[in-house]
């Protein structure tokens, strides 16, 4: 692993790539792909717990986005994409998901969770908890808080959390914690505490 949070380059030159999508890669992933399938990934977790000073918020006014953060399973979409389109999928990604580096780059097993139950090998950005930005785990007053202050370049992050919402849902699961926070953000009431 590079200082940037990237693999080194002879991990990622030969072959069809598989991505997991867990936050917003799942309803705009942004880049071709031959395949989709609904995949589960072993030891991370899906957790709102990167700040973000960027896409869905400032640095003085810091939304919240999702992370991979270690222990437990996260279901998500698992996306393969053709070789030929390999390296220019990789580069798209590290300028999409690396603006800050909060993300560490990795390759996981996932299991597709389709006909072939197969395990494949997929690239994946895993929340680095030493980065300013790992909020770690927030009550859900501060979470509806960060939320609903959030805009950045990529628009309001009451969005960003009710489209992965939809997506999670699409694919026929909940999200609890996810789920908790979007009612809140529908409502609009007041959070105690």
Known sequence: MSAQGQFPPDQVHSGDLWVFGYGSLMWRPGFDFIEQAPARLIG??????????????????PGLVLGL???????GIAFRV?????????????????TTHVYREVMRSVWLENEA????????YVVDRGHIQY???LTLAEQV???RQGHGRSGNN???VLSTVKSIEAQGFRDSKLHQLADLLRDETPVPG
């Open 117 to 124: 139950r197969l395990r494949v090998s997929a690239m994946a």
């Open 145 to 147: 808080r960060y939320v």
């Open 82 to 98: 053709a070789a030929s389109r390999r390296e220019a999928t990789i580069s798209y990604l590290r300028e999409r998901e690396q």
């Open 135 to 137: 909020a770690g785990r």
């Open 69 to 75: 953060d270690r222990g437990g399973a996260c279901r």
């Open 44 to 61: 991370e977790h899906r957790a709102l717990c990167v700040y973000s000073f960027d896409h869905r918020g400032t640095p003085e006014k």
């Open 158 to 160: 009451r969005d960003y």
